[in-house]
């Protein structure tokens, strides 16, 4: 059966099966013909187990290690209850936080002192943010999966040098290649993972340097689909600009008095212009150079 069969019967979207697949909670056998997906009676209950087992929001290391029989499903299940239990205490914390808040009259008369004090204790805060940064770690990464760029030692100006290109690196590297379509822009997997590339050219001082960028070829597969799109949206704009926005500013704080007038206005503009080219460039070029 196909994806969206496996998807009818297992109750599990096609983005989450593929990332499961990636996860390698799940390998379905490929139609020799054609390479697609073929998903058994076994496969659906794979998916079920782990849809169960992700409604009581285990973590996806531990439900591969029950899946794989490294772990007893009854310890695992009793390691996620005293998750739970401790992520209760937490929230119980910030719930009675907002109903002190829900109580105070005004704004004025909110012992806002007291409020921090609570706030700032390491017990509270750990708690509330520990979940937010561990799905900030898992977005970053799959970033760097994604795409990866490298620098060949040659001229890539055929396809078979762009071939000899990609098999140094994957030499270089330690990592088994096939290339499955010879071109300019080459198709080829990569520890079993579906890439294609392409070449850039970028000038350093005054002499043209190829870079090859290498993508992988369903980056739906990268995507950590149990994070909110909404929230992998915010982390994907904090990891990357981030550093453009500090620069900016850095640059910006100390001249605030500019924007009084039009021209400042301008200067801003032309700035934030001159930033954004220059990070979607450096992106381009070098982002994750040698998958690192």
């Known amino acids: 059966m196909n994806i969206k069969q496996a998807q009818e019967l297992s109750g599990v979207n096609a983005e989450n099966i593929r990332f499961y697949e990636?996860?390698?909670?799940?390998?379905?056998?490929?139609?020799?013909?054609?390479?697609?997906?073929?998903?058994?009676?076994?496969?659906?209950?794979?998916?079920?187990?782990?849809?169960?087992?992700?409604?009581?929001?285990?973590?996806?290391?531990?439900?591969?290690?029950?899946?794989?029989?490294?772990?007893?499903?009854?310890?695992?299940?009793?390691?996620?209850?005293?998750?739970?239990?401790?992520?209760?205490?937490?929230?119980?914390?910030?719930?009675?936080?907002?109903?002190?808040?829900?109580?105070?009259?005004?704004?004025?008369?909110?012992?806002?002192?007291?409020l921090l004090a609570k706030m700032d204790d390491p017990a509270h805060s750990a708690g509330l943010f520990r979940g937010w940064v561990d799905d900030y770690r898992r977005v970053a990464l799959a970033e760097h999966e994604k795409r990866f760029t490298f620098l060949p030692d040659e001229a890539v100006t055929t396809p078979q040098e762009f071939t000899a290109a990609l098999l140094a690196y994957a030499d270089q590297e330690g990592k088994d290649i096939v290339i499955t379509k010879e071109s300019m822009y080459p198709e080829f997997t990569l520890d079993g993972i579906e890439y294609t590339a392409m070449r850039n050219y970028t000038a350093v001082r005054g002499c043209p340097v190829a870079s090859i960028a290498c993508e992988v070829a369903h980056p739906e597969d990268f995507v950590p689909a149990d994070i909110p799109r909404g929230k992998r949206r915010l982390m994907r704009l904090l990891h990357y600009l981030w550093v453009p926005a500090a620069l900016l500013l850095l640059i910006l704080l100390p001249r605030l008095e500019l924007f009084a007038t039009w021209e400042g206005w301008v200067l801003l503009v032309g700035l934030v212009t001159a930033v954004g080219v220059s990070s979607f460039r450096s992106w381009l070029l070098f982002y994750n150079e040698k998958h690192k």
């Not at 187990?49 to 007893?72: S, T, Y």
């Not at 009854?74 to 808040?101: F, N, P, T, W, Y």
């Open 22 to 114: 990636k996860q390698g909670l799940l390998t379905p056998a490929r139609n020799k013909q054609n390479d697609y997906r073929k998903y058994t009676p076994e496969d659906i209950a794979v998916l079920k187990r782990i849809r169960a087992l992700r409604m009581l929001d285990m973590p996806l290391p531990q439900i591969k290690a029950v899946l794989e029989g490294k772990e007893p499903v009854g310890v695992a299940a009793e390691r996620q209850k005293e998750r739970l239990e401790a992520r209760s205490r937490e929230l119980d914390a910030a719930i009675a936080l907002c109903r002190e808040v829900a109580e105070a009259p005004s704004l004025e008369s909110l012992d806002v002192d007291t």
